[in-house]
C-alpha cells in the first residue's frame, strides 16, 4: 500500500486524503519510507524534517477529523523544498558550507504559504552551491544522482528536487530558477517544472543567487500538479517589492482546458535559434515529434526569429556574476555560519577573507571574481551595461515574437543527462546546458519544461521548454496539458512513469 | 607666535592664510530620519535601546531576506527636497554601494547614487545680516550602518583596539545625505559660513519635523570639505574631508583648523593628501583617517531588489502644500510681529527662546511681555539652575496666565516673579501659589491708605521735600510703604496715593 501511495501524484493524494481513503501521516510515512529506502543511493535530500513533517500530517488529519474542509487542493500532500528556500527551524545550507550549521529564524514566504495550505514539508534538496551550476555536482555535500541513470547528473541547480520527483520520493517539489534550474533539471529527469512570470513568486525568504534574475517555480511529475502548486506559491508579497501585485494565474482552470479542448486554433511558435548547433540529435528527434504531436492536436506553427538570442548567455554571464557578487558578500562569518581563523589575533577583515576563501566553492568564487570584475570602475559600462542593453533587445525579440505566436517552443535543455564528472572542469560547457532557457531568464517572461518523450540515442528523457509572455502562465500551462494528455494517449503512460524502479537500498 | 613658528608648528595664522589662499567648502550633512521604523524593514528607530534588540532578518541580512521600501522614509526626503528649493526625481533608483566592514550586515549600503530624490537646490543663510547662497547639489536616500565599538584601544579606534562590539539596532536607520556644490567665495568667513548653513539646516530640517537633528546623538552628522587654492586661482585644491565633527561649533573650529593646517603645508611647497581626518573635539585640531592603498571601488549598481521609485507628482505637490512655514521665514516674521531689534531677535535664538515666546503669545500674553520674561527672569532661572529655557518647569500658557495678572492688575511684577517662582517649585499652577502663598496685590484702600500715612509720618523731612515740588523724592516714600505690605502693594498705586495725600500734582 505504501509503495503505491508514492506513485500517486499530488492530486490523486489530495483527494485520497480528503476522502479519508488515506490519511495524511500514512502518505507522509510512505515518502519517508521511500526516501529512507532510496536517497543514500539518489542524494536528493540534504536534510529530512521527519518529525516535523509527520506533525503538519498528523495537523490535517486532526482538521480533517473535526469536520474542517481542507485548507487548499493540496492540503495533506508532501513536497520537497529545494535547499536555497528557508524554513524556520531547519537548516539551511544553499549547497554551500558556508552556511553548513545555520538555522534560520524565520520562514520564507513561499514556505508560509505551503505550510498555510497543508503542503507537508518532507525535507530540504540538494543543489549546486548558491544554485550555480546545472548539475548539482557544485554542491558541499556531494553530488545527487539522475534516478533514470545513477551514474548521471539530475541537472542543475535544482538537481535534488527534479530526482526527488524522478525517483518517488516526493510527488511536489519547489525549486528556484535563475537561469534554467528548474526547466533544465526537469527535462534531464523526465519531470515537470516551471519558471514563472519574474515577480510572480515572492523571493522573499529565497537565498539570493542573481535577484534580477531569480524566481521560485512549482515542480512535479504532471502539469496538473505544477499548476496546482503554482497556485498556492504565488501571488503579490509586500516583503518583496519586485513582486507584481497581480491576481494569481489561473493555471489549473488553464490545464483543464488544455486536457478538454487541447491547443485547437492556438499558433504555437519555434524559435529558430534555439535548436540545431550544440543540440543533441536525441534530443532535436523528441523535440520535432513534439511540435508534430501540437499541430496534430490543432495548433498552427510558426517559425519565428529571435537574432539576439545568440548573444544571451554572454550578456547573463555578465549580470548574473555581478549581481552574486554582491548578494554574496554577507557571508562574511560576523552574524552566521562558518567562522574560519578567528584565532583571537586576526582582525575582523581577516576573518571574513579567511571564512569566505575557506567556504566558498571554485564555481562560486570564479563568478564572484567575474561579477567584481564586471562592476568595477571603468569596466562597468563595457559589461554590465552592455548586457542590460543586450537584455532588452532580448525583450524586445521576445515582444516580436508574440505577435506571430501565443507560446514559443524549444527543446529545454539541449542534451540529455550527462556523466557525473563529465563536465566537471569545463565550466564553459557546463555554462552551454542553459543555451535555451537563459533567454527567457533574461526577458523575464513563464516558461516550463515537460517531458516531450525518450530519446532514442540515450534512452533518457528529454524536455519541451514552452514560453509565454509576462503574466502568460495560463497559456503555457494549457499547452503544456494539452501535450501530456496527446503523449500519455499515444504512450499509454508518461514519461515519469516510465522512470526505472529504484532497486531499493542498492546502488 | 611668529609666522615662522606658526608654520613650524604645522599651521598657518589665519589671517595670513586666508590672505594668502581662498578656501573652498563642500558639506556633506547626514541627517537621520525620525520615521517609526527603518529604511527597509518593520524594526523600530528608537536611539539607546539594547544593543541589538531591533533587529530582524532584514536589517540582520540574513540569507534570504530582502529589502521593501518605508514610504514614510521617501516622503521625509521629498519634503526635505522641496524645502531646499530642489527639483524631485519623477524616476529614481538605489544603489547597491559595495564594501566588506563588519558594521554593515549585507557588506553592501543601499544608497541613492547617480540617480538620486532631489537635485538642484539652494538654502540661504545670514552671516553678520550677509546673505550667502549655498547651492545644493543634492538630497539622496540611504541606510545607515550598524555601531561598532571598539574595546581595548587607547584612542577607541579600531587601531589597536582588542575585540570589537557590533550592535545593529542602527543598521538601516533611514538617512538623507544633503550635499553642497562646492562653497566659493566666502574668504575669511569661511568657517562661519559652514556653521550657518548646518545651523540654518538643522533649523529646517526641524521644522519639518523629519528628524529630531540632535548632532550629540548623531542624527544629524557634517562631513567637511576643505580644499584651499591660491587667492584668485580659479581651479581647486586638492580637499581633504573632516568626520566626527559633531557640534554646530565643532563645524566652524575644524574648517578653521584645516584651513590653516593646509596653508602652512602649501606654503612650504607640500602637497595636500587626499584624504579622510578625524576632528578631535578635546583640541580642535585634525589627524588623518585609516589611510586606504588604493582608491576605494564601490562597484555601484543599480539595486535589483527594489522597484525604481516613481513619485506621483499629486503626492509631491500634497507634500509641497503641507510644509510649514520655513523658520527663517517664520522668524522674521515673528520679529516684525513682536516689535523686536535684530539684536533682541538674536538673543532670543541664542537661547532657543524663540518658540516659547511664541507659544507664551499663542496663549495670550503680548510679545514684550512674553519676550522679556523669558529672555530675563527665565533665562536667570535656567542658568541658575543650569537646565535649557524649555527644560524649566513652567509652561508658556502658565506663563501667560502669570502675566495676564500682572496686565489686569492683581499682581504686580515682582509678586508675579513670586508666584513664577512657585509654579518653578512645583507648587502648582499659578492661582494655586497665589491662594497657598497668598500672593496678591494690595487692594485694600484703606489699609493703603494707612500705610501711606505711616510713611510719610515717620519721613517728615522726605514729606516736606515732596511737598516743595522734589517728585523724586516720592520714591523713598513708596519703598517704604512697599517693604511695609512686603511688596503686595502696586508700587504705582502707591506713589498716586502719597501725591495725592501731600496734595500734589503728579
Not at chain 1, 540515450?458 to 501535450?483: D, K, N, S, W
Request: proline share 5%; charged share 20%; hydrophobic share 40%.
Amino acid at each position: 500500500m505504501t509503495a503505491e501511495l508514492t506513485r500517486l501524484g499530488a492530486s490523486a493524494l489530495a483527494e485520497a486524503i480528503a476522502s479519508g481513503q488515506s490519511s495524511a501521516e500514512e502518505v507522509t510515512r510512505a515518502h519517508l519510507d521511500r526516501i529512507e529506502a532510496v536517497d543514500e543511493a539518489v542524494h536528493a535530500f540534504l536534510h529530512v524534517s521527519t518529525e516535523s513533517a509527520l506533525d503538519q500530517a498528523r495537523a490535517v488529519d486532526r482538521a480533517r477529523a473535526l469536520g474542517d474542509a481542507p485548507v487548499s487542493r493540496l492540503a495533506g500532500v508532501p513536497l520537497a523544498l529545494k535547499d536555497i528556500v528557508v524554513q524556520a527551524g531547519v537548516p539551511a545550507t544553499a549547497g554551500s558550507k558556508i552556511l553548513e550549521g545555520w538555522i534560520p529564524p524565520y520562514d520564507a514566504t513561499v514556505t508560509r504559504r505551503l505550510v498555510e495550505a497543508g503542503v507537508v514539508i518532507l525535507g530540504k534538496t540538494n543543489l549546486d552551491e548558491f544554485a550555480m551550476g546545472s548539475s548539482t555536482e557544485n554542491s558541499a555535500y556531494g553530488p545527487t544522482r539522475n534516478p533514470w541513470d545513477l551514474s548521471r547528473i539530475p541537472g542543475g541547480s535544482g538537481g535534488g528536487s527534479a530526482a526527488a520527483l524522478a525517483a518517488f520520493e516526493a510527488p511536489l517539489a519547489i525549486g528556484t530558477d535563475t537561469g534554467g534550474s528548474i526547466r533544465q533539471p526537469a527535462a534531464v529527469t523526465g519531470t515537470v517544472g516551471t519558471k514563472p512570470t519574474y515577480g510572480g513568486v515572492s523571493r522573499y525568504g529565497v537565498i539570493a543567487l542573481a535577484s534580477s534574475l531569480d524566481q521560485v517555480g512549482p515542480c512535479a511529475r504532471t502539469v496538473l500538479d505544477t499548476a496546482l502548486l503554482h497556485e498556492v506559491i504565488a501571488g503579490h508579497d509586500p516583503l518583496d517589492s519586485t513582486s507584481i501585485p497581480q491576481p494569481v494565474p489561473l493555471v489549473v482552470d488553464a490545464v483543464r482546458r488544455g486536457q478538454a479542448d487541447g491547443v485547437a486554433g492556438m499558433r504555437i511558435g519555434v524559435v529558430s535559434q534555439l535548436r540545431g548547433k550544440g543540440y543533441q540529435a536525441g534530443v532535436l528527434e523528441s523535440f520535432d515529434a513534439a511540435v508534430a504531436t501540437l499541430a496534430a492536436a490543432g495548433a498552427d506553427i510558426v517559425e519565428v526569429d529571435c537574432p539576439h538570442f545568440e548573444y544571451a548567455l554572454a550578456a547573463y554571464y555578465l549580470i548574473l556574476p555581478s549581481e552574486c557578487s554582491s548578494n554574496l558578500a554577507r557571508f562574511d562569518a560576523m552574524r552566521y555560519g562558518l567562522r574560519v581563523g578567528d584565532d583571537g589575533t586576526a582582525s575582523a577583515e581577516e576573518v571574513m577573507s579567511r571564512t569566505r576563501g575557506a567556504g566558498f566553492g571554485a564555481e562560486v568564487k570564479r563568478r564572484i571574481i567575474l561579477g567584481t570584475y564586471a562592476l568595477s570602475a571603468g569596466y562597468y559600462d563595457a559589461y554590465y551595461g552592455s548586457a542590460q542593453k543586450v537584455r532588452t533587445l532580448i525583450k524586445q525579440d521576445f515582444e516580436k515574437a508574440f505577435t506571430a505566436a501565443d507560446v514559443l517552443v524549444s527543446p529545454a535543455s539541449p542534451v540529455t543527462a550527462f556523466a557525473i564528472g563529465e563536465k566537471v572542469n569545463d565550466p564553459l560547457a557546463m555554462y552551454l546546458n542553459d543555451l535555451a532557457t537563459i533567454p527567457g531568464s533574461l526577458a523575464g517572461i513563464p516558461a516550463m519544461s515537460v517531458p516531450s518523450g525518450i530519446a532514442s540515442d540515450t534512452g533518457l528523457p528529454v524536455g519541451l521548454q514552452i514560453m509565454g509572455p509576462a503574466l502568460g502562465e495560463e497559456r503555457i500551462y494549457r499547452v503544456a496539458a494539452a501535450f501530456e494528455s496527446a503523449y500519455v494517449a499515444a504512450h499509454h503512460r508518461s514519461v515519469p512513469d516510465a522512470a526505472p524502479e529504484l532497486e531499493v537500498g542498492v546502488r | 607666535m611668529t609666522t615662522a613658528q606658526t608654520l613650524a608648528a604645522g599651521l598657518m595664522d589665519y589671517d595670513e592664510a586666508i590672505q594668502t589662499y581662498d578656501p573652498v567648502l563642500g558639506l556633506e550633512v547626514h541627517v537621520e530620519l525620525g520615521t517609526v521604523t527603518k529604511m527597509f524593514c518593520g524594526c523600530p528607530t528608537d536611539f539607546g535601546a539594547e544593543p541589538n534588540t531591533q533587529i530582524c532578518p532584514i536589517c540582520l541580512a540574513l540569507p534570504g531576506a530582502m529589502p521593501a521600501v518605508n514610504r514614510t522614509a521617501v516622503e521625509y526626503a521629498i519634503r526635505i527636497g522641496l524645502a531646499l528649493n530642489c527639483e524631485i526625481a519623477s524616476w529614481c533608483r538605489f544603489a547597491r554601494k559595495n564594501y566588506f566592514y563588519p558594521d554593515m550586515p549585507k557588506n553592501f549600503q543601499t544608497s541613492q547614487y547617480d540617480e538620486p530624490i532631489a537635485t538642484n537646490g539652494y538654502l540661504d543663510v545670514k552671516i553678520d545680516g550677509q546673505t550667502v547662497r549655498v547651492d545644493i547639489e543634492r538630497a539622496h536616500m540611504e541606510e545607515d550602518t550598524g555601531k561598532s565599538t571598539h574595546v581595548g584601544g587607547a584612542t577607541g579606534r579600531i587601531h589597536g583596539a582588542e575585540y570589537s562590539l557590533l550592535d545593529y539596532n542602527r543598521a538601516g536607520v533611514p538617512l538623507v545625505e544633503i550635499v553642497t556644490k562646492p562653497i566659493v567665495g566666502t574668504k575669511a568667513l569661511a568657517p562661519q559660513v559652514a556653521r550657518a548653513y548646518v545651523t540654518a539646516l538643522r533649523d529646517l530640517l526641524s521644522s519639518l519635523g523629519v528628524s529630531d537633528v540632535r548632532m550629540d546623538q548623531g542624527s544629524l552628522r557634517c562631513d567637511a570639505n576643505v580644499s584651499l587654492t591660491p587667492a584668485g586661482n580659479p581651479l581647486f585644491g586638492t580637499r581633504t574631508e573632516t568626520k566626527n565633527v559633531n557640534s554646530l561649533r565643532s563645524v566652524e573650529r575644524a574648517v578653521r583648523y584645516e584651513i590653516t593646517r593646509q596653508a602652512a603645508l602649501l606654503a612650504t611647497g607640500t602637497r595636500i593628501v587626499q584624504e579622510t581626518r578625524h576632528f578631535d573635539e578635546t583640541t580642535g585640531t585634525t589627524s588623518p583617517g585609516r589611510s586606504k592603498e588604493t582608491a576605494e571601488d564601490y562597484r555601484y549598481f543599480p539595486e535589483p531588489d527594489l522597484v525604481p521609485l516613481a513619485p506621483e507628482r499629486e503626492w509631491v505637490e500634497a507634500i509641497r502644500a503641507s510644509l510649514p512655514e520655513l523658520p527663517w521665514i517664520r522668524r522674521a516674521r515673528m520679529q516684525a510681529d513682536w516689535g523686536l531689534t535684530d539684536l533682541q531677535m538674536r538673543d532670543l535664538l541664542a537661547s532657543d527662546a524663540v518658540d516659547l515666546v511664541a507659544a507664551t503669545v499663542d496663549a495670550g500674553a503680548s510679545p514684550a511681555e512674553a519676550t522679556s520674561w523669558w529672555s530675563s527672569y527665565l533665562g536667570q532661572q535656567a542658568n541658575v539652575r543650569g537646565v535649557a529655557l524649555n527644560e524649566l518647569p513652567i509652561t508658556p500658557a502658565q506663563l501667560a496666565a502669570v502675566i495676564a495678572k500682572v496686565v489686569d492688575g492683581p499682581l504686580n511684577t515682582k509678586i508675579a516673579r513670586q508666584v513664577v517662582d512657585g509654579v518653578l517649585a512645583g507648587e502648582g499652577e499659578p492661582d494655586e501659589v497665589i491662594a497657598a502663598r497668598g500672593l496678591a496685590v494690595m487692594s485694600d484702600d484703606g489699609a493703603l491708605h494707612a500705610a501711606v500715612d505711616e510713611a510719610l509720618a515717620a519721613q517728615p523731612a522726605v514729606a516736606d521735600k515732596i511737598r516743595s515740588g522734589k517728585l523724586q523724592a516720592v520714591g523713598a516714600i513708596v519703598g517704604a510703604v512697599m517693604k511695609a505690605t512686603r511688596g503686595q502693594a502696586d508700587a504705582a498705586k502707591v506713589r498716586q496715593l502719597v501725591l495725592s495725600t501731600l496734595g500734589v500734582e503728579g
